[in-house]
């Protein structure tokens, strides 16, 4: 599972290191995700952010103050279309889109790409790997959309979290997701005594420490 040696895709850490990986996907969003690098700030915590490359468009100041901030940046996607309802062409262009977008942003190229919907295509792998990037699922998801996206849900998952952990949330599109939810969610969880037993990192020192997952 870390990495599928298979289709070289990384879901999961190790379960014999103390970190689990925070991540945030769809921003960002100048009312969610703001918030979200204040706690973090607060809890001297690093994560990743995956984006969509509309998003960094539109406020690439905030995608600035991610990246100044120390967390990892990868790309989502241009726009959130699905996958599976692309022609491989414009599977291929939503990666290269995005991926040039956040690099003209911050000035850096990403080496961290995470299909929309988690939908894995080949021309998908193919591309992110084209680009030097390493394509990232994940093992917990907080389900932070639809019914299932209460904050009292939400925070059951974050408790839940075990080192090696790969973790799904959500900082923007409130449309789809509970970004609100999960901010109150991480925000309760991260003051408990559980917590404090947690350590987190980027995914680049996932990768870092690991040959196994490096290209």
Known sequence: MWPNGLLNIISRGQRSEPYAY????????????PAVLDLLAKHHIQASFF?????????????RRIADAGHDIGIHSYSHAHPWRL???????????????LADTTGNA???????????????LAQAKALGMHTVLWNRSVIDWGRWGTVEA?????TATK?????LMHDARPEANRPAAS???LQNFLTSERAAHCQFQGL???????PAAKR
């Open 22 to 33: 925070l991540t945030f996907d769809d921003g960002p969003d100048p009312e969610f995700t």
């Open 51 to 63: 984006v969509l490359g509309e998003a960094c468009v539109a406020h690439p100041a905030l995608v």
């Open 87 to 101: 022609s491989q062409a414009d599977v291929r262009e939503e990666i290269r889109r995005c991926y040039h977008t």
């Open 110 to 124: 990403t080496q961290l790409f995470r299909p929309a919907y988690g939908r894995i295509r080949p021309a998908a």
């Open 154 to 158: 939400i925070q059951r998952r974050l």
């Open 163 to 167: 080192p090696g952990d790969i973790v």
């Open 183 to 185: 901010f109150t969610a």
């Open 204 to 210: 680049s020192c996932l990768i870092a420490k690991h």
